[in-house]
């Protein structure tokens, strides 16, 4: 075989074309702006806002939880980590896919037929309203800000590498910019108009990865293993044939991954922004339609990102990648302008853009969502307050939101994504996924254990992280290598805080006065979440 192309650094500054990079991008963003305004025509309820009037199909349903599920994390930061770590890069295809069998078997039907809007509608729906509230979009909200942490990160390194910029000021900018045109689709859109961007940018997205699949696949007489052998034998590689085995990146604390792999398989059906998606169809058939859907997408792209990931290490070496602007998280565009030039480079930085885009502005409707129906109507008004003013407060929560999630972005700069989107995970599979699974599941759960569960859960997860490797003591660490006040040593909590999520769960119910809240709301309960006798009839416009 052919010694591989070495794609050096220096080379992509020559080859980029800003210019045509930013008309790309900006085409992107005005085409999408246009159906967001003709998607809001038809935003007259909270239903509309919230859940897109109920009016997808499973097949649509299903093309926007995958655009909704294949973030940044998964197309850049998973390529990323395949380049540099190998083997255990890939980890996270595997962790994020499986996740999806979880949530297919255990909670996507039943939180559909037992919800109207959010995730604390379920928790809250045969317990005490006002505490179980609280704590659920608490857990939202703290569940949010993370993965829009990643997103955030993502869209810097990525602009950044397109127009060239390296200094952080440049990049600050450039997520600020995002941050203003991701509030600006969820202000005008709602639902409806977020659901049609993450269609387009599924479709986008898969059918690029597929793209640069073929090609690499194809420079390598579409043998697989000649892709491997390239990457094991590229001078940049300096660890040879350790990319194809276990134990490169978490061979020195195989607990690491254990609670990696816990968090990334349990995460998802904690996710408050994958579980309102079940929430826009009409019936439950429709949302078990869409799972399938979406895990067949889901599954055939995590397959190209194998390739993707090992055809970057090969072609453009890790080195390079490292060395790059937005560090691992610029692999899969570094491989686009080796495969196809400026144009390619282009065109897969947008779909990168509209990834980041459609994801960012599904977390954020969640998140306003949660704390104008969960916080303001059922806590602060009692229910009392009309769908016009949630609706306001929602959008109010949006601009907050979205301020937030700027200065996170630009705080969390340098870091590889796809393990931010992983300690979002963990914090997910913490605080919501045990009480999620006792409301379901278990008649005795109470009040006092949902709060228990969530708070615990929420709390435990998020302090392990503070005074984790991740924070502190790490010449990666986001504070840098001089300050270290880690005193837990894995990277990612789930180990810890996801048992202890379950275990306060019960321990709160069992230590509780009475066994459970209402009998009579847990067996309508279960009669709903079964059968989907009583949820939400559909929207007719």
Same mark, same amino acid.
């Given at each position: 075989? +052919?010694?591989?192309?070495?794609?050096?650094?220096?080379?992509?500054?020559?080859?980029?074309?800003?210019?045509? !990079?930013?008309?790309?991008?900006?085409?992107?963003?005005?085409?999408?702006?246009?159906?967001?305004?003709?998607?809001?025509? !038809?935003? =007259?309820?909270?239903?509309?806002?919230?859940?897109?009037?109920?009016?997808?199909?499973? $097949?649509?349903?299903?093309?926007?939880?995958?655009?909704?599920?294949?973030?940044?994390?998964?197309?850049?930061?998973?390529?990323?980590?395949?380049?540099? +770590?190998?083997?255990?890069?890939?980890?996270?295809?595997?962790?994020?896919?499986?996740?999806?069998?979880?949530?297919?078997?255990?909670?996507?039907?039943?939180?559909? +037929? &037992?919800?109207?809007? &959010?995730?604390?509608?379920?928790?809250?729906?045969?317990?005490?309203?006002?505490?179980? $509230?609280?704590?659920?979009?608490?857990?939202?909200?703290?569940?949010?800000?993370?993965?829009?942490?990643?997103?955030?990160?993502?869209?810097?390194?990525?602009?950044?590498?397109?127009?060239?910029?390296?200094?952080?000021?440049?990049?600050?900018?450039?997520?600020?910019?995002?941050?203003?045109?991701?509030?600006?689709?969820?202000?005008?859109?709602?639902?409806?108009?977020? &659901?049609?961007?993450?269609?387009?940018?599924?479709?986008?997205?898969?059918?690029?990865?597929?793209?640069?699949?073929?090609?690499?696949?194809?420079?390598?007489?579409? !043998?697989?293993?000649?892709?491997?052998?390239?990457? %094991?034998? !590229?001078?940049?590689?300096?660890?040879?044939?350790?990319?194809?085995?276990?134990?490169?990146?978490?061979?020195? +604390?195989?607990?690491?991954?254990?609670?990696?792999?816990?968090?990334?398989?349990?995460?998802?059906?904690?996710?408050?922004?994958?579980?309102?998606?079940?929430?826009?169809?009409? &019936?439950? =058939?429709?949302? $078990? $339609?869409?799972?399938?859907?979406?895990?067949?997408?889901?599954?055939?792209?995590?397959?190209?990102?194998?390739?993707?990931?090992?055809?970057?290490?090969?072609?453009?070496?890790?080195?390079?990648?490292?060395?790059?602007?937005?560090?691992?998280?610029?692999?899969?565009?570094?491989?686009?302008?080796?495969?196809?030039?400026?144009?390619?480079?282009?065109?897969?930085?947008?779909?990168?853009?509209?990834?980041?885009?459609?994801?960012?502005?599904?977390?954020?409707?969640?998140?306003?969502?949660?704390?104008?129906?969960?916080?303001?109507?059922?806590?602060? =008004?009692?229910?009392?307050?009309?769908?016009?003013?949630?609706?306001?407060?929602?959008?109010?929560?949006?601009?907050?939101?979205?301020?937030?999630?700027?200065?996170?972005?630009?705080?969390?700069?340098?870091?590889?994504? @796809?393990?931010?989107?992983?300690?979002?995970?963990?914090?997910?599979?913490?605080?919501?996924?045990?009480?999620?699974?006792?409301?379901?599941?278990?008649?005795?759960?109470?009040?006092?254990?949902?709060?228990?569960?969530?708070?615990?859960?929420?709390?435990?997860?998020?302090?392990?992280?503070?005074?984790?490797?991740?924070?502190?003591?790490?010449?990666?660490?986001?504070?840098?290598?001089?300050?270290?006040?880690?005193?837990?040593?894995?990277?990612?909590?789930?180990?810890?805080?996801?048992?202890?999520?379950?275990?306060?769960?019960?321990?709160?119910? %069992?230590?509780?006065?009475?066994?459970?809240?209402?009998? =009579?709301?847990?067996?309508?309960?279960?009669?709903?979440?079964?059968?989907?006798?009583? @949820?939400?009839?559909?929207?007719?416009?």
């Amino acid at each position: 075989m +052919n010694a591989p192309t070495i794609f050096r650094l220096e080379n992509a500054g020559a080859e980029q074309n800003p210019v045509l !990079n930013i008309g790309i991008f900006l085409a992107f963003v005005a085409v999408t702006l246009v159906i967001v305004i003709r998607a809001s025509r !038809n935003n =007259k309820s909270a239903a509309d806002f919230y859940a897109g009037g109920r009016s997808f199909s499973g $097949r649509q349903n299903g093309l926007a939880i995958a655009g909704d599920y294949l973030s940044a994390a998964s197309f850049l930061g998973i390529v990323g980590a395949i380049a540099i +770590n190998g083997y255990d890069g890939f980890l996270y295809s595997i962790g994020f896919l499986v996740a999806w069998l979880v949530a297919l078997l255990l909670v996507a039907e039943l939180m559909r +037929n &037992t919800a109207k809007f &959010t995730m604390a509608d379920v928790l809250s729906f045969r317990l005490r309203q006002r505490p179980v $509230r609280m704590a659920a979009a608490l857990t939202t909200l703290a569940v949010s800000f993370f993965y829009l942490l990643a997103q955030m990160a993502g869209a810097g390194g990525l602009v950044s590498l397109l127009l060239g910029i390296g200094d952080k000021l440049g990049q600050s900018l450039v997520i600020a910019v995002v941050g203003v045109v991701m509030i600006l689709y969820v202000l005008i859109g709602g639902m409806k108009g977020t &659901t049609w961007v993450q269609i387009i940018k599924a479709v986008l997205l898969i059918a690029g990865a597929c793209a640069m699949t073929v090609w690499v696949l194809a420079l390598n007489g579409f !043998n697989f293993a000649a892709v491997l052998d390239a990457a %094991v034998n !590229n001078p940049e590689n300096a660890n040879g044939a350790a990319i194809l085995v276990p134990g490169l990146q978490y061979g020195s +604390n195989p607990i690491d991954f254990v609670s990696l792999a816990i968090a990334l398989v349990l995460g998802t059906a904690g996710l408050p922004h994958v579980l309102m998606r079940f929430y826009t169809v009409p &019936t439950a =058939k429709e949302a $078990r $339609r869409s799972v399938v859907w979406a895990i067949w997408l889901i599954g055939v792209f995590y397959l190209f990102t194998l390739v993707l990931g090992y055809g970057a290490a090969a072609l453009v070496g890790p080195q390079t990648i490292a060395d790059a602007p937005g560090g691992q998280n610029s692999a899969a565009p570094l491989l686009a302008l080796h495969l196809g030039g400026p144009l390619l480079l282009g065109f897969i930085s947008a779909v990168a853009f509209a990834t980041i885009l459609a994801v960012v502005a599904g977390l954020t409707i969640t998140a306003s969502a949660s704390f104008a129906h969960d916080i303001y109507n059922s806590v602060i =008004k009692k229910g009392k307050a009309s769908p016009k003013q949630e609706v306001k407060v929602a959008k109010i929560t949006t601009l907050v939101i979205g301020v937030l999630a700027i200065l996170g972005g630009i705080g969390v700069q340098g870091q590889n994504i @796809a393990f931010l989107v992983a300690l979002a995970f963990a914090v997910a599979a913490s605080a919501n996924l045990p009480t999620i699974l006792y409301s379901l599941f278990w008649k005795g759960f109470t009040t006092r254990g949902a709060v228990w569960s969530m708070i615990g859960g929420l709390v435990s997860a998020v302090v392990l992280i503070a005074f984790s490797p991740v924070v502190s003591g790490d010449p990666k660490a986001m504070l840098g290598e001089g300050v270290d006040f880690a005193i837990f040593p894995l990277r990612n909590p789930g180990i810890v805080s996801i048992p202890l999520g379950f275990l306060l769960g019960w321990l709160g119910s %069992v230590t509780s006065r009475r066994g459970g809240e209402s009998k =009579k709301l847990a067996a309508e309960m279960e009669v709903r979440a079964l059968t989907g006798y009583g @949820a939400e009839p559909p929207v007719q416009h």
